[in-house]
DNA sequence: GGTAGGATACCTACTGGACGGTATGCGCCC
DNA sequence: GGGCGCATACCGTCCAGTAGGTATCCTACC
């Protein structure tokens, strides 16, 4: 496997195109044409990387595997980790178009169908370990389904994030992730664990 | 404008069809031969009523108004109805085919942009209107965003159902509907108007 | 340290098929 | 009999993928 260097620039540059182009119009809209064109690449180039167009959405939906995986924990609190994660999560999608072109296709559970699955259960995964520690800690209220939670944050949290997308084009993402706290808490934790915790986004990581 | 009875009924059986695929494969992945052929009618009947693909999709989306506009409060209390209204939009997501195609397309923000956001707004402004009644009501805790309440609550719904489909072709979609409200309404309405709530769904319409 | 030779990385031109849309014609109801 | 409603055949375009060639790099042997 020692690939050349120029190699793995190109399938970056490869990569990186293509999430932004498959974020903007979707698998189907897009061409590889404009993923091409926009990764200043030729066919030859990318279809040596990649096989076929499904192989490389594929590919761009792994991102979303790679940035859980470089996630770190950000407070000693798990429920103020979860809220610190949806606003990593959100600051995520405004600047890192590889996650943004991940999200989308995940979104659309089109012809591919497996690899969506696994992309929101890492994330419902995540949820649900930090909930864990949150019980454990005493924070949550007692008698909390916690799948159930896990799956409606994760999901609540795509949908927000989707409406913010389609009704202001995210601008007002940061706003509505803390208005879904504001929502959500007081049916999760405790009052004397709510107390303690910064519903607006913190300063720090 | 004295349409015949038969345009009017090729006319829907157009409209049924596209539904049902532009929810099975999104707009970009539909084909016209499928939705042909789904419909049973010829290529010149659908360009007849339908100048172009997009025209058709528009028409679709329009499908969500009309389920809108024949939905009907179900109980004196907004926020009982609110809830109502949750498993009333579940139940035609599982049933009506052109809800479905509706829904979906109005997620794919794609290459037409306008009439996604009117539908968007439609449902928020529904939900506005009932947590105002709550709150004139007394119901909700004082001092509550209702612009953003309203916003996060069909975001919510929205992420609920896409969740639910991806991962469980919706199977979960009602038990996801419960756990939604389990965890937002201690947030929004206070424990007296908590108390007199049926979070599940209820018997009647 | 120079070069043979194979593997890696990439380029260009092309193809087959599918797709949205149109032109034109024809029967049937009012 | 005229226009509404539909049928059929056709067209130009575009797109994913491939064929076949070329350049660049790495290794090894002398």
């Given at each position: 496997?020692?690939?050349?260097a120029r190699?793995?620039?190109t399938?970056?540059a ?8 498959f ?15 926009r990764?200043?690449v030729t066919?030859?180039?990318l ?13 761009v ?6 940035w ?7 407070s000693d ?6 809220i ?21 296709l ?12 696994a ?38 949290i ?10 202001a ?11 879904l ?7 999760l934790?405790q009052?004397?664990a709510?107390?303690r ?6 300063a720090?990581?």
């Open positions: 496997m020692a690939r050349q190699a793995l620039a399938r970056q490869v990569l990186l195109a293509a999430a932004e182009v974020d903007e119009r979707g698998y189907a809209a897009a061409t590889m044409s404009e993923i091409l064109d990764a200043g066919k030859g180039a279809y040596f990387h990649f096989r076929s167009k499904e192989e490389l959405a594929l590919a939906i792994e991102g979303q595997g790679a859980i995986a470089t996630w770190a924990p950000s609190s798990p429920v103020q980790t979860l610190d994660l949806g606003y990593a999560f959100a600051h995520a999608l405004l600047d890192d178009p590889m996650l943004r072109g991940s999200i989308r995940t979104i659309e559970h089109g012809s591919f169908t497996q690899p969506q699955i992309a929101y259960q890492g994330w419902t995964d995540l949820v649900h370990t930090l909930l864990e520690r949150a019980r454990d800690a005493g924070d949550l209220h007692p008698g909390i389904d916690l799948a159930a939670a896990a799956a409606v944050i994760t999901g609540a795509t949908g927000i994030q989707l409406s913010s997308q389609v009704l084009e995210r601008r007002d993402l940061i706003k509505r992730m803390a208005d706290w504001t929502l959500l808490l007081p049916g934790v009052p004397h709510l107390a915790l910064s519903v607006a986004e913190r720090d990581s």
